[in-house]
């Protein structure tokens, strides 16, 4: 990207913005550790978009992307995903024994990942089949999600009892399954939905860098 690219004012307020609710969904967490745990990949994706911004600028579908499921994270590391009002309301309208909150956070861990892996493999010429590249999507969104469940095991094996409210599974023995679908079902919703608009960005960012 360069400096005379339109985007870069409301770049700089996306990331104004979210520094702002991280700030304020940190001032009084239900749980610290949770909080930290949860945030954890805000805190790592906020200082890598701001080194490669000039030289590797995303696609504003990913920004958003990324803009929103950072907001997710947050709102979840702040109550954790069991105590989110918006959950518990939902879960009241719909007869839910759980707060399914947890679960719009999972569909969008397949969600923004897709549309990056997606970014990579095309704009790095990786692959150029769509059915291939379809498939390795969806690949690279499994890999991440089980990593992800994985990091969680862990976690609840070094802390016990103290990483409860970070794994989030509320009773369900189904928990990381339901998860990995979640994450499944994002993945697939984004290329169906978001493809061919993403592919039109990459075109142009293209076109303004050649």
Not at 25 to 36: E, N, Q, V
Not at 90 to 103: I, M
Not at 198 to 207: K, P, T
């Amino acid at each position: 990207m360069t400096a005379r690219d339109p985007r870069a004012p409301w770049l700089a307020a996306a990331s104004a913005g979210l520094l702002a609710a991280l700030v304020i969904s940190g001032l009084h967490p239900y749980d610290r550790a949770t909080w930290f745990l949860e945030v954890a990949p805000v805190l790592i994706a906020l200082p890598v978009l701001w080194a490669t911004w000039r030289r590797f600028p995303l696609t504003t579908v990913l920004y958003a992307g990324i803009f929103l499921h950072a907001l997710v994270l947050m709102l979840g590391g702040a109550y954790t995903y069991a105590r989110v009002p918006l959950g518990l309301e939902v879960a009241q309208w719909l007869g839910l024994e759980r707060n399914p909150y947890d679960r719009l956070g999972h569909f969008f861990q397949g969600c923004v990942p897709a549309l990056a892996a997606r970014e990579i493999l095309l704009r790095g010429g990786y692959v150029t089949g769509r059915r291939m590249l379809a498939f390795l999507v969806v690949c690279v969104v499994l890999a991440i999600s089980a990593s992800y469940e994985l990091i969680e095991w862990w976690t609840a094996l070094a802390f016990g009892q103290g990483a409860v409210e970070f794994l989030g599974t509320q009773g369900d023995p189904w928990d990381t399954q339901s998860d990995m679908f979640m994450a499944l079902l994002g993945a697939v919703a984004a290329q169906l939905t978001l493809a061919r608009m993403q592919e039109r960005q990459i075109a142009q960012l293209s076109g303004s860098s050649g």
